[in-house]
């Protein structure tokens, strides 16, 4: 019989789980975003205004090549290696970019 976790922590993966798959299931790209997704472009660039979810769309994107499934292109399988370039570490990365990360990401395909 293989082992089993105590209840407390089958009780917070499920809760983990739940709040994952409803972060990532809330995510209805619009119009532009659709766009952006649908790109067959190898490098793309997103420029556009503040509040326009560029940054909803980058998470997003990121979480399809973590997982190994986007809905509009083919993509490798997991572990995948990506880069982010980001105006400056504290003001960039850390207000704007690991949020959003952690909103749509699980956190065993968030490392590094």
Known sequence: MPPTKPLS???????RIRAE????SEYVPHDKQQIWHKSQAR????NAGNRVGKSDFLANEYRFYAIGSHPYRSV????????????????????IILPK???????????G
Not at 21 to 24: K, Y
Not at 85 to 93: I, K, Q
Request: with cysteine; net charge positive.
């Open 76 to 95: 490798p399988k997991p572990p995948s290696f990506l880069r982010l370039a980001v105006e400056d570490e504290e003001n960039g990365l850390k207000s």
């Open 43 to 46: 490098v793309r660039m997103v």
């Open 9 to 15: 922590e089958l009780i917070a993966d499920a809760q």
């Open 101 to 111: 990360f952690r909103k749509y990401c699980r956190d065993e395909i968030l490392r």
């Open 21 to 24: 798959r409803h972060a990532a």
